[in-house]
């Protein structure tokens, strides 16, 4: 053997042993993502959800086929959970059972399933992951989605909530920066979403609350500043509550017809802007007293029966620009209500339309 060919062959061996002992820790740290697939008829990985849950790591998939579930599911990991052509999550075989849990610091996404049947659809008590509900319909539950005491920055998107005995989205207590986005709440006994007591920023979307047994959203008593943007609320108490909060508001594209009052927030601190909105209520359409922040309305169309915007005891600016006001009631109608008010109001090309019309500045 010549003197080129053995120092080949030795560095060879050199190589060879030095990956012996490398440790497996330090030699390869990833485990591959798995997709554990789910079929009730023994066709695929798993016959249960909760089966290929419970088997799943850390950023796998669990691939729910088409068929009728009648589970509980409760996710520790941090995986995706998809029904790519939908699935049924049935709970009519529980007494107060939940669709799916979120424990803890989990944070999975849970993808095109129809839950239906359940004290909670979904369920995330306590929870402090980022975790993602999407694609996601939610009927005749107690509760669509409960979150309350939640930290994370939570998502709930292109979903439905339909026919709960209370709220479409209870999160009161959260301090989270959530988003709720696309999704339609309908005939739901509570609020579309409430989220009382609160203290994160969130952001409301694209969201429909049709036939509330309350209000649109309700987020008094919160710290937290909010967006709320082409969101509609119909047939319901009040589109936008907020009472005893001190965030600041700005709510753009907001729609709420056939409800008593459109916008409500009394013992506030922050600053308000309502800018391309419409107000068709019965009652009132911009509510505000004994709050303190500087209030801005631009943009915007309110037709009520009894009052316009009432601003009584107020102690901030306001600023009313390119907007229209209608009153129709034949009595005690009052276009703009500002009796009180400690701070300069601001009326800039705003129509002010009633029978009897009465505008207190």
Do not use: C
Request: glycine content about 10%; overall charge negative.
């Amino acid at each position: 053997m010549d003197d080129a060919r053995a120092a080949v062959i030795a560095l060879l061996l050199s190589a060879v042993l030095t990956l012996a002992v490398v440790p497996a820790s330090v030699a390869g740290t990833q485990t591959a993502q798995e997709t554990l697939t789910v079929d009730k008829d023994g066709s695929a990985d798993y016959r249960s959800i909760q089966a290929a849950v419970d088997a799943a790591d850390s950023g796998d998939t669990v691939e729910v086929r088409p068929g009728t579930y009648y589970e509980e599911v409760r996710i520790n990991e941090n995986i995706s959970l998809v029904a790519p052509d939908r699935a049924i999550l049935d709970g009519s075989r529980f007494v107060n059972g939940t669709g799916v849990t979120v424990a803890g610091p989990a944070e999975p996404t849970v993808t095109g399933f129809t839950v239906r049947n359940y004290r909670f659809g979904v369920m995330a008590n306590g929870t402090n992951g980022d975790w993602t509900v999407s694609n996601t319909t939610v009927i005749a539950a107690d509760v669509g989605v409960y979150a309350p005491n939640s930290s994370g920055n939570w998502t709930i998107e292109d979903a439905a909530v339909a026919s709960t005995t209370y709220s479409g989205v209870f999160a009161r207590e959260t301090s989270g920066d959530w988003t709720i986005r696309d999704t339609r709440f309908v005939a739901v006994g509570g609020d579309g979403a409430d989220v009382r007591r609160s203290s994160g920023d969130w952001a409301v979307a694209a969201v429909v609350v049709d036939r509330s047994g309350a209000d649109g959203v309700d987020a008094s008593g919160t710290t937290g500043d909010w967006t709320v943007q082409n969101t509609e609320v119909r047939r319901s108490d009040t589109g936008v509550k907020a009472i005893d909060s001190d965030g600041d508001w700005t709510v753009t594209d907001l729609t709420v017809r056939r409800s008593d009052t459109g916008l409500v927030t009394a013992f506030s601190g922050g600053a308000w802007t309502l800018e391309n909105a419409t107000l068709e209520t019965r009652d009132i359409g911009v509510f505000s007293a004994r709050t303190t922040g500087a209030w801005t309305i631009q943009n915007t169309i309110i037709e009520s029966r009894q009052q316009g915007i009432h601003a009584v005891k107020t102690n901030a600016s306001w600023t009313v620009s390119e907007s229209t006001v209608s009153v129709t009631a034949e009595q005690n109608a009052i276009g703009v209500d500002a009796r009180s008010a400690s701070e300069g109001w601001s009326l800039e090309n705003v129509t002010i339309d009633s029978p009897d019309i009465k505008v207190a500045e």
